[in-house]
């Protein structure tokens, strides 16, 4: 069993499965995803959820492991898909996060045996993402630009719309001291150039992974948020030069860069499938 837990602070590639097609369980973990999210809310419909609850128990049973997208509390799915969780000490998707009180009430349900990450996806949500950041448990955000667009009357894949909501996670998340955010989706499945567009989007404004739908985005999602050949070389060159050097190549080094180098080295890592 792969520990999923051991992946989010690395995870590039987060693909969603629905939760009521465990046919594709298997398939999605294959593909090359870092992480697998089982999908009980948004992807069910509500005549499904009971079944899409009890085949990712199943999968999770024989040893798989991924992330639950759980229903929302206020549901009448939450209480079990909670229960769930907690028994196979998965990692939580929280949808509609923009309370740390609900957060913390949740990381007490499962007494701590999951790791949260907190959906922000409306614009309270965005308002209060570093109080969601620093609940106890929570190990990373990610961003829900779909259902954030659709709240704010504006286009989900309008970069100029959303940079502020996007700033606001990637900052929340550097001041509550965890990892950097998880970006959100990209609807046009079939278009490698919007998709390319939007992970260099996120990357430049501090987003180190994605949200992916489908198989064929894990790829370039993987690929795009890793260290450049000439951003690695740039690192290495920085920490060999040590703690007292004040310019490598002409350029500045202060204690900042050096960090910044020592992260970049630090997020290298071979493709691992969350199963």
């Not at 190990?139 to 504006?154: E, I, K, P, T, W």
């Not at 970006?183 to 992916?212: E, P, Q, S, Y």
């Amino acid at each position: 069993m792969t520990d999923v837990s051991s992946y989010i602070a690395s995870a590039r590639s987060w693909l969603f499965v629905p939760g009521h097609r465990p046919d594709r369980f298997a398939k999605a973990a294959a593909c090359g995803a870092d992480v697998v999210i089982i999908d009980l809310e948004d992807a069910v419909a509500a005549e499904d959820k009971t079944q899409a609850r009890v085949s990712a128990a199943a999968w999770l049973a024989e040893g798989n492991a991924a992330v639950l997208r759980i229903n929302p509390p206020g549901t009448p799915w939450f209480q079990s898909d909670l229960t769930e969780a907690g028994r196979h000490g998965c990692p939580v998707m929280v949808p509609k996060a923009e309370d740390p009180v609900v957060l913390t009430d949740i990381a007490a349900r499962v007494a701590g045996r999951c790791e949260l990450i907190p959906l922000i996806e409306t614009a309270a949500g965005v308002e209060r993402a570093w109080e969601v950041c620093a609940t106890v448990g929570v190990a990373r955000a990610a961003f829900g630009n779909v259902d954030l667009a659709g709240q704010l009357g504006v286009a989900w894949d309008d970069h100029a719309a959303l940079a502020y909501a996007r700033s606001r996670l990637v900052s929340a998340s550097a001041a509550a001291g965890i990892c950097s955010p998880v970006d959100g989706v990209t609807t046009a499945v079939k278009d490698a150039g919007v998709l390319r567009d939007d992970i260099t989007h996120a990357r430049r404004l501090g987003f180190t992974g994605k949200l992916c739908i489908h198989p064929d985005q894990v790829e370039a999602v993987g690929r795009g948020f890793a260290p450049s050949q000439d951003e690695l070389e740039w690192a290495r060159a920085v920490v060999t030069a040590g703690d007292s050097v004040t310019t490598v190549d002409g350029r500045m080094v202060d204690k900042p860069v050096l960090e910044r180098a020592r992260r970049l080295l630090g997020h290298t890592h071979d493709s691992h499938p969350a199963a």
